[in-house]
T-cell receptor, first 115, second 114 residues
Framework: AQTVTQSQPEMSVQEAETVTLSCTYDTSESNYYLFWYKQPPSRQMILVIRQEAYKQQNATENRFSVNFQKAAKSFSLKISDSQLGDTAMYFCAFILIQGAQKLVFGQGTRLTINP | NAGVMQNPRHLVRRRGQEARLRCSPMKGHSHVYWYRQLPEEGLKFMVYLQKENIIDESGMPKERFSAEFPKEGPSILRIQQVVRGDSAAYFC????????????FGSGTQLSVL
């Protein structure tokens, strides 16, 4: 079975700083996708970034980028120039390319951006 | 294009009552997923449906829980004879091409069992 672990329950940084959220996962498969989802206080889950495991190039979306280390099974999220609106829970998630269409989520990291 | 709509946003039930949670996917989306989130935990997969079919219910408890996605109308997650342990946030998500592409989530229904 696949598992996703986020070892930082909470993080807090000042506005405009850069912050990195950690995620590790465990699988015996080689083909999968990884995601970071954001859950603000409104509770709605919002996709931040998606990475295909077969691509070596790290995905980026504006201020958000990932450091994907396949051998280490690590998938960290870097937020540059953090903004107050980035305050939210962040969840790392995993899904296999073949087989069941179900995302496996980590426990989440609560990120607070301070003014 | 309206997003995924879930209602009610909050639902309070007493032990033994039934809970019905509704989800209207985004227009044109035929893939619907239900997830459950316990306090301070990540989302856990419950069930995956396409129109009129249950594709994967491996995350659903074997008793008291059922889901449907009829040809017309919203998807329904039904919990019979609720117990305190059913208290959680229940999220619905939809997609055009499946969960490996972008999933669009609703804002969830917070179920509280007294």
């Amino acid at each position: 079975a696949q598992t996703v672990t986020q070892s930082q329950p909470e993080m807090s940084v000042q506005e405009a700083e850069t912050v990195t959220l950690s995620c590790t996962y465990d699988t015996s498969e080689s083909n999968y996708y990884l995601f970071w989802y954001k859950q603000p206080p409104s509770r709605q889950m919002i996709l931040v970034i998606r990475q295909e495991a077969y691509k070596q190039q790290n995905a980026t979306e504006n201020r958000f980028s990932v450091n994907f280390q396949k051998a280490a099974k690590s998938f960290s999220l870097k937020i540059s120039d953090s903004q107050l609106g980035d305050t939210a829970m962040y969840f790392c998630a995993f899904i296999l390319i073949q087989g069941a269409q179900k995302l496996v989520f980590g426990q989440g990291t609560r990120l607070t951006i301070n003014p | 294009n309206a997003g995924v709509m879930q209602n009610p946003r909050h639902l309070v039930r007493r032990r033994g009552q039934e809970a019905r949670l509704r989800c209207s996917p985004m227009k044109g989306h035929s893939h619907v997923y239900w997830y459950r989130q316990l306090p301070e935990e990540g989302l856990k997969f419950m069930v995956y449906l396409q129109k009129e079919n249950i594709i994967d219910e491996s995350g659903m408890p074997k008793e008291r829980f059922s889901a449907e996605f009829p040809k017309e109308g919203p998807s329904i997650l039904r919990i019979q004879q609720v117990v305190r342990g059913d208290s959680a946030a229940y999220f619905c998500a939809s997609s055009l091409q499946g969960a490996r592409e972008k999933l669009f989530f609703g804002s969830g229904t917070q179920l509280s069992v007294l």
